[in-house]
């Protein structure tokens, strides 16, 4: 991958992610895009109680999204 090129997920994390909690990255990235108004530490929160993620899994999939929209 180039310097320019963007990582279109949390690239790190994607395969621990979808094997721990079954889902593929799309999912909890789809889950994050629906929420709205949440800070990035809220949102982290959010998928800690709610769904179950670890804070690092879940930290690395807010922080994709929150990159997706600069």
């Known amino acids: 991958m180039g310097d320019t090129e963007k990582v279109k997920e949390p690239a790190s994390y994607c395969p621990s992610i979808v094997k721990k909690y079954g889902q ?5 990235l789809d889950l994050v895009h629906r929420q709205s108004g949440l800070k990035h530490m809220e949102l982290v929160a959010w998928l800690k109680e709610t769904h179950g993620l ?16 600069t």
């Not at 593929?24 to 909890?28: A, F, L, V």
């Not at 899994?57 to 922080?63: E, K, L, T, Y």
Request: aromatic share 4%.
């Open 24 to 28: 593929p990255i799309s999912h909890w």
């Open 54 to 69: 670890g804070h690092g899994h879940a930290n690395a999939i807010v922080a994709h999204v929150r990159e997706e929209k």
